[in-house]
């Protein structure tokens, strides 16, 4: 079982090849969730997550038992933290990745030396494949999660929350297969015996909470937090967190939109799904963590670019920022422009105008017309509407 010294001994071995990233108070998240909430921003390490510590440390204790070349399977975080650390070593690495992965994840992989195969339509077809080629290949496997080693390194993040703010009251941590939040657990206890400790998992993959608490949770298939995307509980894993969290969370799709937005427009720090869930849980349950001090992981940075971009569009759809009318109106020449110019007075931009003629219920000499509109916020969307029907139009926002 991994123990507070061998997370110690992780720290020491990790100094000068990772960063010790800041952890640092956010006071406009904390006057929203109405707690002080410390942000850890793991998501600024080379590979932009915490799944270099626990590679760096695993891989330095094969490189020193001789080994030449590693294996691992991951999608995302977990490959790109080996692969690093492997190249950094002078090791051989093969990652094993779904057909389905990115192509930006697949070649900054091979961007850090390591040689790719993709294999399988799930993660679990590209484990099972990768446990074949490290038997044929004579490779050791790297697991993500189920390994002492790799623990021992995650937990390493803990003892930096705790040396930059001591008297911190709450740990809450993403789970997948949980061995960020095992080792940060008991490294975490190891300081403090009363801190609270809280795991969070995406309603989606509720894998860890299904296991501890025997619930029946359904699983689903895919979830914007893709990196604790984890249809199975890690044995080590599990144990420790049964035993140490006290705690477990469960967060919706919603709730993690929500939080990547607010911690993108607020702290100006771009975090992949599962790197919010720990401020998706603070929105989703402010009563749970109301006046504490309160630790929150922001364990990656890695989302895909068209995904942010439909996050911020739906987040903009949620806030009234951006908004679509269903205007009617005689069809009769200058009506369009007279509709324009009233929205346009009314301060509000259009971004897109679609003439609805053939596809209405309205009599034939009328016509709709739908807008979509970028607004300050849901007042001022009102009060586009309100200058709408004064100008003598029918106006209502379409969801």
Same mark, same amino acid.
Do not use: W
């Given at each position: ?186 490294? !975490? *206890?190891? /300081?403090?015996? &009363?801190? %609270?400790?809280? #795991? =969070?998992? @995406? ?7 299904? $296991? ?110 951006? !908004? *679509?009318? /269903?205007?009617? &109106?005689? %069809?009769?020449? #200058? =009506?369009? @422009? ?7 007075? $009314? ?53």
């Amino acid at each position: 079982m991994t123990t507070i010294e061998d997370i110690q001994a992780a720290a020491q071995r990790l100094q000068g090849k990772i960063l010790n990233t800041p952890c640092v108070e956010s006071r406009t998240l904390s006057d929203i969730v109405g707690a002080q909430v410390f942000l850890k921003f793991e998501n600024l390490q080379f590979t932009a997550s915490f799944k270099e510590r626990g590679a760096c440390n695993k891989l330095t204790d094969l490189a020193a038992s001789g080994v030449q070349g590693v294996i691992a399977m991951s999608a995302g975080n977990h490959a790109q933290g080996v692969a690093y650390h492997a190249q950094r070593l002078g090791l051989h690495a093969l990652i094993v990745m779904p057909r389905f992965t990115p192509g930006v994840k697949i070649e900054r992989t091979r961007s850090f030396g390591a040689e790719v195969v993709l294999h399988g339509d799930t993660l679990e077809e590209a484990r099972t494949h990768a446990f074949a080629l490290a038997a044929e290949r004579g490779l050791s496997f790297v697991h993500p999660y189920d390994d002492e080693a790799i623990i021992a390194g995650q937990g390493t993040v803990a003892l930096e929350m705790l040396d930059a703010v001591p008297d911190l009251d709450t740990l809450v941590v993403a789970i997948g297969g949980g061995g960020l939040l095992a080792g940060m657990a008991i490294a !975490a *206890r190891a /300081r403090n015996p &009363a801190i %609270d400790i809280v #795991g =969070v998992q @995406a309603q989606r993959f509720p894998s860890m909470i299904n $296991a501890i608490e025997g619930t029946q949770h359904p699983l689903g298939t895919s979830t914007i937090a893709e990196g604790i995307a984890v249809a199975t509980a890690g044995t080590l894993t599990r144990a420790i967190i049964a035993r140490e969290v006290n705690d477990l969370l469960l967060v919706d799709e919603g709730d993690i939109e929500q939080a990547v937005l607010m911690l993108l427009e607020i702290e100006k720090t771009l975090v992949e799904g599962a790197g919010a869930a720990g401020m998706a849980a603070m929105i989703r349950h402010p009563e749970r963590f109301r006046g504490k001090r309160v630790g929150l992981v922001l364990s990656g940075g890695n989302i895909d670019p068209l995904l942010l971009a439909a996050i911020i569009e739906r987040g903009m759809v949620r806030a009234g920022r951006l !908004a *679509r009318l /269903r205007v009617s &109106a005689r %069809d009769v020449p #200058g =009506v369009l @422009a007279h509709i324009t110019a009233t929205v346009a007075a $009314a301060g509000a931009n259009i971004d897109e105008v679609h003439h609805q003629r053939a596809f209405t219920m309205l009599a034939a000499q009328n016509v709709d017309i739908e807008l979509v509109l970028q607004t300050r916020s849901r007042t001022h969307l009102a009060q586009v509407l309100d200058a709408l029907h004064q100008a003598g139009f029918s106006a209502e926002e379409q969801h």
